[in-house]
Structure formats: structure tokens, C-alpha cells
């Protein structure tokens, strides 16, 4: 099933991201984790691709095998930047051939060899070149792609991040998948300024929930995201103890789920990091909630 009916059909819902193994030998470890997340029944499942593609196949494999066995739709993630022409068309075909309907098409991030100035000599340089390519192709694939709230770390100002993501938007994107963000009034703000560009599609907000102390230092590195006070002050009460951190954190991001969907948000994308027992806590805290149209 295509993502964006999904997102149309006027009810809350939740869906998870899971990611493949990082090396091709710890994909048994990994397995019993997505399957037990599949069998929660998400109104969708991503999986992402490997930053540098190194366990690429499994991004197909495991989204074909979630969406056989457990009849839950899936996505798979596909990034570009260190690809070139030839090994996409060649991931397409697959995709295809695989039966994947949804895509969600992003550049990836750099590796620290590789400088912006550069860019000309790349096949891909940005997200919208992969875009283009997925609408040209005879696919008909969904497409999502990434927003970022808070800004992307490399833009110099906002304005100019959403004038790119109206680019990716008009090049065929159906939909977006925020990065993570722990204070909803900057996924409010950011939705207003987008909707004022002209941006229509869905949003999905994704949402995070930091379980552990640690974590929480990792995913400002990656994000660059703002903790509120509230937040911090939960980590330093309850961080040395894991079991209360993380109710704590679930509790937390629970919160934040229940005040997008009260605020006219449809689907929220979860951050599992392939823990089933947080996925299934948070889809039970908002059980009755879920299916919910408003009326
Ligand atoms: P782009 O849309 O290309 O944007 C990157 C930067 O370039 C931005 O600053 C943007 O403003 C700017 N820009 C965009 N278009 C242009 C243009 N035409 N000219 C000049 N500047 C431009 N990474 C992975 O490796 N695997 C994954 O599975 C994965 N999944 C993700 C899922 C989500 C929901 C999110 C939010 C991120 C994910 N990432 C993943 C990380 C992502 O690859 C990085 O954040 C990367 O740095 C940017 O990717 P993008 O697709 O947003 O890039």
C-alpha cells in the first residue's frame, strides 16, 4: 500500500523506523528485533539505508520481508551521494522488482573526505537529483523525503532549507519525514512557515524517544537538536537509573505524540532504534487513541 493514502485517511495512527544492521554478520542479532516490532502492526514500517550502502541489501530485504509476513507496509530509505548513475538504476529496478512501493529518497549525509565544492563531479550532489530519477523511472513509486525542523546542519538559514525542500516537493516528493525534535512548538512553527511556501504535502513528524542518558548526547551530535529545560531536567533527576529513565523517556515521548495528534498531526513516525519493548510501550499508552478521526 502507498504511504500517502495512508496519510490521508483522517485517523491517528503510528508508524517505526528500524535500521539493517551495521555489518553483514550481525543480521541474525538484528532480525528477531524487526520482526517482533512488525508484529505490532504499525500503520507502516521504514527501513533505513546504511550510511555509504555498505549493507544496502538488506534495507530491501528486510522491508520485502516485513511486508510479506506480517502484511504491514513498508518503505525502504535510499540515499545517493556516494552513488553513481549506473548502481542507482540498478536499486531502482530492484526496488521495483521487489514490489516496493514507497521510497524515501534522501541525499545521506557526507563522509568526511567528501567537501561540498566538490559537488560537481558527483552523480548526485543533492536529494532532488534521486528524486527526479524515482518519478522518472516506470515504477510509480511513493515518495517521501527528509525536513528538518530545526534547520539541516549544513544550510546557512532557514529560508533557504525550505526553498530546497519545495524544490524536492515540485520534483515529486509526496511527503516528509521531520528529523527528530523535542519541543513541538518547533515542529508548529516550522509547519507554518512551510504551508506559507507553498508546501502542501503531509508531514510526518518523527519522533524519538531517549531512553538512556547517553542517547540523548548522541542524538543532539546527529540532530544538532534543541532540549528543552523540561527534558533536560528529567535526565538529570532520573539518568543514573535506567529503569526510570527510561519510563521517563517514554512518558516524555508519549506526551509529545499525544499533543501532535491533539493538534491535527495524522501520523507520527517512531525512532525505534529496533527496541520493540519501547515500541510496544508507546503504541500502548496511546491504544485508544490510535484509529481516532476527530469526530
Ligand atoms: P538534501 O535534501 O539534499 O539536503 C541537504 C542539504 O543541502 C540541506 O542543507 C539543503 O538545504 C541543501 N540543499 C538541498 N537541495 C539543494 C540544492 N539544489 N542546492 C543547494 N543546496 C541544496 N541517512 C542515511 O544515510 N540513511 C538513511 O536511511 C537516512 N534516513 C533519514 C530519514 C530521515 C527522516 C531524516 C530526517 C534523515 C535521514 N538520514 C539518513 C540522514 C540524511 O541523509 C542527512 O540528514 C543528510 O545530511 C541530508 O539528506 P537530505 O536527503 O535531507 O539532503
Redesign the pocket.
Known amino acids: 500500500m502507498k504511504i500517502i493514502k495512508i496519510l490521508n485517511n483522517n485517523r491517528c495512527s503510528l508508524s517505526f ?1 528500524v ?1 539493517p544492521p551495521k555489518v553483514s554478520t550481525s543480521f541474525e542479532q538484528v532480525k528477531p528485533a524487526i520482526e517482533k516490532i512488525a508484529k505490532l502492526k504499525p500503520s507502516f514500517m521504514s527501513v ?4 555509504g550502502g555498505g549493507t544496502s541489501q538488506y534495507t530491501l530485504d528486510i522491508a520485502q520481508d516485513i511486508r510479506n509476513r506480517y502484511g504491514v507496509p513498508t518503505m525502504a ?1 535510499l ?1 545517493c551521494v556516494s552513488s553513481t548513475r549506473e548502481t542507482v538504476a540498478e536499486k531502482i529496478r530492484d526496488l521495483k522488482k521487489a514490489g516496493i512501493q514507497n521510497v ?7 563522509t568526511p573526505e567528501m567537501k561540498l565544492s566538490d559537488a560537481k563531479h558527483w552523480d548526485y ?4 537529483d534521486l528524486i527526479r530519477e524515482l518519478k522518472e523511472s516506470d515504477a510509480d513509486f511513493c515518495i517521501g ?4 525542523p530545526e534547520v ?4 546557512p538559514h532557514q529560508t ?2 525550505i526553498r ?2 519545495k ?2 516537493v515540485d520534483a515529486g516528493c509526496d511527503f516528509m ?3 527528530m525534535f523535542f519541543d513541538n512548538n518547533l515542529l508548529y512553527n516550522f509547519l507554518y512557515k512551510i504551508r506559507e511556501a507553498g508546501i502542501t504535502v503531509p508531514v510526518i513528524p ?1 519522533i524519538m524517544p531517549i531512553t538512556k542518558a547517553v542517547q540523548l548526547e548522541r542524538a543532539i551530535q546527529l540532530s544538532g537538536s534543541f532540549i528543552p529545560q523540561r527534558f533536560k531536567a528529567l535526565v538529570d533527576r532520573f539518568g543514573g537509573d535506567d529503569m526510570a529513565m527510561a519510563q521517563a523517556g517514554i512518558a516524555y515521548a508519549t506526551d509529545q505524540i499525544i499533543d501532535l495528534y491533539a493538534n491535527g498531526v495524522q501520523n507520527v ?1 517512531l525512532y525505534t532504534m529496533n527496541n520493540p519493548e519501547i515500541a510496544r510501550a508507546i503504541q500502548n499508552n496511546i491504544s485508544s487513541i490510535l484509529g481516532n478521526t476527530g469526530k
Open positions: 523506523e535500521f533505513t539505508y546504511g550510511a530509505h540515499t524515501m529518497a534522501l541525499r545521506g549525509d557526507l550532489s543533492h536529494a532532488v523525503c527528509a525536513c528538518y539541516h546542519p549544513e544550510s533557504d532549507d530546497y525542500l524544490e524536492k519525514t521531520t528529523q518523527g513516525h
